[in-house]
């Protein structure tokens, strides 16, 4: 089942060097449930087709077919997507206020949203700047999951992260994704991020889809140049594949 | 420094909202006995052609330029954020022509302006208050169009959209409150601008209006008898020296928080 | 006598911030060795204090950090101890540093040619013709596509790949003995930087260096480096050549930080 159908979205923008064909002539579909990747390079137009499906972008053509209204994002840099000048319990309640939740309704949800990010109760009173950046990573997820969301977009959620940080983020969004069923779309230049958590993808460049398709077919058998590049410039083969190097 | 200014202006503060108390005499009692004695145990810092107490009246003074001041930056402060948020968050022509309302603005030379709505009205504390207002907006217009111009663009801002908010709930529950520092700053030193304004006007004599006390008119009183009685101009003058220095004082420290330079 | 001969030695180098907050103690007491002509990594998350240590070698460390001890060999002489005018002539000739974001290394209005030639008069004793004549050999060997326009072009004229090739150069352009690299291909597109790490390699060889890379990512040590110090917390967990780091970590953060990063490969 459909939740969300991009039908030949196009987007320019003017740029100094002229115009910029961020998303050109795109369309994909992402299933109920399912963690759907998009891939590609900075500047290939990723974020921008993301933005463009949350609604915070207009595109210049084509259309978004929304199979829900319940949509949220997680944004890659926390530093910039928590208001600095908000303490916690209001950026998580932020979204049901918005709504018009009930005060009560509302203490329930910050709490157990709280909970399932793995956060203590003293965090409410605290301001973003006192967190590490997993911290406020997690609070971020907090805000999206608070809501009941079907689908989220998450651009870049653990790029800024050390790497041991961004295994606890995914493996929290994989447990989410278990426990409520929501759709993903998990935008990311990582291919390991993108093999660890989504089942299908589609790989961007200059505002195209070059390929999509089960993210495990892909992998193994990349049929455009450019994908097969991408892989092959995943460092961490070197430790896999160097034979005397058992890992 | 700051330390010191700071304290200097709560205690000008305390001591206006505090004036029947803190004041020895009553401001408007005179006293042809004691006309024009220097400071004395009785009248702290003299009297004067009147034999009205200064200390009294300074108090009392220091009430009205301390109201003055506040309300027409506060004036100020609110129109200037409403201009340039709007300006800053819907750009465009609301953008552009309101921008060039804040050009023109600026374009009047501020004392004839206040000069000219003064005597056309007719000098009350009202009208200065609205006159003062009315002409330091533009600075801080300015500030938060620009603050608002970055900080829609961060990612807070695209996710609160995604949460369904509206504009008037970005702009007053996200973008007002992260743009309100150099605001604060601006408008520090906005308030030690409009005590001089209001003593230069009162000076001149078409600011508060005599009974009532405001350190400029005792200035003003103080003109003729410079030379025979000095208290009358010396008193009220560093008492408008100091509290406008403290505030530019707190202004600047205000700044340097906002904005941390190192300092080696 | 010694078979090796070692270009950099660092011995308990102590690098503490003094904040508002009380000290803060970036860099606790860490040594280790750069054999002449290896290429030595040092890997840790952030917050490490690997950075800092890449920088203290050349002692631009500003407050409220400071060097509180320790001692920073460089060919048997120890630079903490050497003043600001020696220091210079060291910087940018005898060891030269790449950055992270090759776009705060470049000054924004200056052309790279202009800052690259600066460079090369300031330490070597030739024309201006000549330097610029050095200027685009380097240029060019760092196999930047259009040299010349990359020449006369300003930073922000440029793409990350082809900075990052032009600080590079720049790093090169006075023979160095030994190069320190603070994360060069982080702030690139994974395409890239492999096209960088190709060229570093090729450089490696050619010019018979010694390195000191600094790096995050585990996959990127291993490529590069021969031997690598796993930092954590400021202090230096575990050190040994890599191989043998990778096959057989000794130490709980060394295990976990590799656990992690198997746990994301395929």
Redesign the interface.
Known sequence: MVIVKCDRLKKRFFGRAGIVKAVDDVSLEIERAEAFGLVGESGCGKTTLGKIILGVLKPDSGNVILGTKKMQVIFQSSYNSLDPKMNISDILSEGLIIKGTGQGEIKRKVEAALDLVKLPKEALKKYPHQFSGGERQRIAVGRAVLTDPEFIVCDEPVSSLDVTIQLQILNLLKEIQKRFGITYLFISHDLRVIKFMCNRLAVMRYGKVLETGPVDYIYSNPSHPYTRSLLSSHFYDIIKNDASLKL | MAVAASLFILLILIAAILAPVAATCDPSATDSRSVLTPPSKEHILGTDRLGRDIFSRTVYGARISLFIGFIAIGMAVLIGIFIGAMAGYYGGSIDTILMRFVDTMLCFPTIFLILAVISLLGPSIFNIMIVIGATNWMGIARLVRAQVLTLKERDFVAASKVMGAKDSWIILRHLIPNAIGPVLVSATLGIGGAILVESALSFLGIGVQPPTPSWGNILMDGRSTLGVAWWLTVFPGLFILFTVLSYNILGEALRDIAEPRLKR | MKLHVNILEVKNLKIYFHTSDGIVKAVEDISFEIEKGKVFGIVG??GSGKTLTAVSILKLI??PGKIMGGKILFNETDLLTMDEKALNNIRGSKISLVFQEPASSFNPVFTIGEQIVETVLTHQGVSRSKAKEITFEYLKRCRIEEVKKTFYDYPHQLSGGTKQRAMIAMALVNSPELIILDEPTTAL???I??QILDLLDEIIHKENLSILFIS?????I??MCGRVAVMHKGKIVECRDT?SL??NPKEQYTI???E???????
């Open positions: 998350e952030s500003s407050w597109d994974a395409t930087q492999v995050h990512n585990f996959g990127i291993a490529r191989k990778l096959i976990s930080l590799l992690s990063v198997k746990a994301l490969s395929w």
